[in-house]
């Protein structure tokens, strides 16, 4: 028995969507002025009864396992307060393949906006281990949502790609897009209706993933927001382990601890481009300090760069290129310095890369790495798979879909002229006609999918919704700095340090001149 729709007075309300550190894209609170109308709420009438009834039960070529209603306020591992949204918690695989299982979980609000919500992973990995952060605070705003484990489970290493073609491809890119065909079917089935629309979000290798989707399935949803993308993936993880290579070298392990002179070289070359000087580089991209100008004087060491760590400081603003003189990966922007010393090279992303999808060699040493030959042999191995490069997104646009893009500034594990690069290149392709259902914001002072000392919560799912319902192209939107991530996530009370407004790319927000420098209403996007 479906469970049955009771009208609930008031309107939906689109709420804040959030990721936890380093794996995606978070938000600032909900607000009335942030929040859109989308017709009544409605809310099951038996939610624990036919949540239960799901059980068994084949939808969108998946079979669900189990399901678990969870009430209101109920504690939720790992952060154990207990402010849970009432829903019903459904556990369901697909094997569309031999060699593939993909677990995909859903939550289903008994209150529900009439839409669903999927979610990029991080990393390796997808974003089922961590539903209970990433889903609680958009299930309790409304939306029915959904992840997927990416077609393996979590493991301290990437061993589950050797000998795994179907599991690397559920990774790349088939794990969301079925993850989307059984929500809707999930959805339909349990509310008696279809969702009316469906957004994405994800933000590192989640934003790869969205990318994915827009490029490969543009049926699947309606908005995606992409945040710091590892699109070009074969290529991030080359240089990944070209950098690597350059800090475990002699000017690499000496300009380490003199990335904090050379940072804050940089911010007193070009912090008051933006009109004021607050430690943040408005427009990096217009930055031109040169590491040279911190070259030692005869005889001087300390304080300064030597010759070879001021090549290896221009080196790394520059990018890494190949013997041929083409880009591979963009460089990181002026600001960003603090981020730059790498893991250790066992711990390096790359070496994961190489070591277990690209050779399946547990064995293979870091040490063996030639830029232009693996990088080489990644993309063409395994670049049809992984990269979600593809700038022609006009199926997707055409059918009115909407693209958010956002990156920091300061971003060291995907360089900012990376989304910069694929902005440009999915305006010229797609033309005037669909340009302008793309967006890209970036914002100062903001690390990987966040942190970093510039505001950097936004409300990616209000301006999603608000874009899709109204049409109109966000030109501004507001990125907050709190004061406690850790409880902001955790839906604790948490003070709002600094306001700013994020800038539809070109523009950048610049200082009026008068009043405070925290707060949003100071600064125009010009």
């Known amino acids: 028995m479906k469970g049955k729709l009771l009208p609930v007075a008031g309107a939906a309300l689109v709420g804040a969507m959030s990721f936890p550190l380093g794996l995606g894209a978070s938000a600032v609170p909900t607000s009335a002025d942030a929040r859109e109308s989308a017709g009544p709420e409605q809310r099951v009438a038996d939610p624990a009864g036919s949540c239960h009834r799901l059980v068994g039960r084949q939808l969108g070529g998946a079979l669900v396992e189990t399901t678990e209603f969870v009430p209101a306020g109920s504690a939720l591992a790992p952060i154990m307060t207990k402010n849970s949204p009432e829903f019903c918690r459904v556990s369901a695989h697909i094997s569309p393949v031999a060699g593939s299982k993909i677990k995909i979980q859903l939550w289903l609000p008994s209150r529900w906006n009439g839409k669903f919500f999927g979610y990029g992973g991080g990393g390796f990995e997808g974003s089922y281990m961590i539903a209970n952060i990433v889903l609680r605070r958009p299930v309790r705003e409304g939306f029915a949502a959904v992840v997927t484990d990416a077609g393996h489970d979590l493991a301290p290493d990437q061993k589950w790609a050797i000998g795994q073609p179907e599991k690397v491809t559920d990774f790349g890119h088939r ?88 940072n804050e070289a940089a911010i007193a070359s070009c912090d008051a481009d933006d009109g004021v000087k607050d430690g943040l580089i408005g427009r990096p991209n217009r930055c031109r300090f040169d590491p040279a100008e911190l070259l030692c004087k005869s005889g001087a060491t300390e304080a300064c760069l030597s010759k070879p760590e001021v090549a290896l400081a221009r080196s790394l603003y520059r990018g890494t290129f190949g013997r041929d003189g083409k880009l591979i990966m963009s460089g990181f922007a002026a600001g960003s310095e603090l981020g730059w010393a790498p893991p250790p090279a066992a711990e390096n992303m790359g070496t994961a890369f190489y070591r277990y999808l690209m050779y399946e060699n547990p064995a293979w040493s870091p040490d063996s790495f030639v830029l232009d030959r693996d990088f080489a042999a990644g993309r063409k191995k395994l670049g049809p798979v992984l990269d979600a490069t593809d700038p022609d997104l006009r199926p997707f646009l055409r059918r009115g879909g909407k693209l958010l893009m956002y990156h920091g500034w300061d971003d060291t594990a995907i360089p900012p002229g990376n989304s910069l690069h694929y902005y440009d290149q999915v305006v010229k392709t797609v033309g005037k006609k669909y340009a302008g259902n793309v967006r890209l914001f970036m914002l100062p002072g903001v690390s990987h999918c966040g942190q970093g000392k510039g505001p950097d919560e936004v409300d990616y799912a209000a301006a999603l919704d608000r874009w899709t319902q109204s049409g109109v192209a966000p030109d501004r939107l507001i990125a907050a700095k709190h004061d406690n991530r850790i409880a902001f996530f955790s839906e604790m009370p948490t003070k709002v340090l600094q306001t700013r407004p994020a800038c539809a790319w070109p523009k950048a927000a610049r200082y009026k001149g008068a009043g405070s420098t925290d707060d949003a209403a100071s600064f125009e996007c010009r």
Do not use: W
């Open 175 to 262: 794990a969301n897009h079925l993850g989307a065909v059984v929500a809707k079917a999930v959805v339909t089935d349990y509310y008696g209706t279809p969702a009316t629309h469906g957004y994405f979000h994800g933000c590192s290798n989640g934003g790869r993933d969205a990318l994915m989707l827009a490029q490969r399935y543009p049926e699947d949803y309606d908005a995606i927001a992409v945040g710091a993308p590892a699109n070009s993936f074969t290529a991030r993880m080359a240089a990944f382990s070209q950098m690597g290579a350059d800090f475990n070298g002699a000017a690499g392990q000496t300009l380490v601890p003199k990335l904090k002179l050379l």
